[in-house]
């Protein structure tokens, strides 16, 4: 099993920045690859970037150039700085670690309210 903690969420004004954080404990070896999804009201959730074992990240195109998905490897955690926010960005984030293999573990998630 693995745990994940999101945190770092809150309401910013459009344009301002956040950086959430994704912890990890508990089984961690073999993760494959760390992603971050969010979810709006009324919506689907969506993949907004990934990070994989080698260091290899990918984003969505709608946050391409504003996020930045990294990671601190001695402190078992992912980062999403978040900048020039627009109050499309506002959801729910949630942190997701998938392992090789094929198991996936989900965070609780952290609200993030964009204000126009």
């Known amino acids: 099993q693995v745990q994940l903690v999101e945190s770092g969420g809150g309401l910013v004004q459009a344009g301002g920045s956040l950086r959430l954080s994704c912890a990890a404990s508990?089984?961690?070896?073999?993760?494959?690859?760390m992603d971050w999804y969010r979810q709006a009201p009324g919506k689907q959730r969506e993949l907004v970037a990934v990070?994989?074992?080698?260091?290899?990240?990918n984003y969505a195109d709608s946050v391409k150039g504003r996020f930045t998905i990294s990671r601190d490897i001695p402190k078992n955690t992912v980062y999403l700085q978040m900048n020039s926010l627009t109050p499309e960005d506002t959801g729910t984030y949630y942190c997701?670690?998938?392992?090789?293999?094929?198991?996936?573990?989900w965070g609780q998630g952290t609200q993030v309210t964009v204000s126009s």
């Open positions: 997701k670690a998938v392992k090789w293999g094929g198991p996936a573990y």
């Open positions: 508990g089984s961690i070896f073999s993760i494959n690859h």
């Open positions: 990070i994989t074992s080698a260091g290899t990240t």
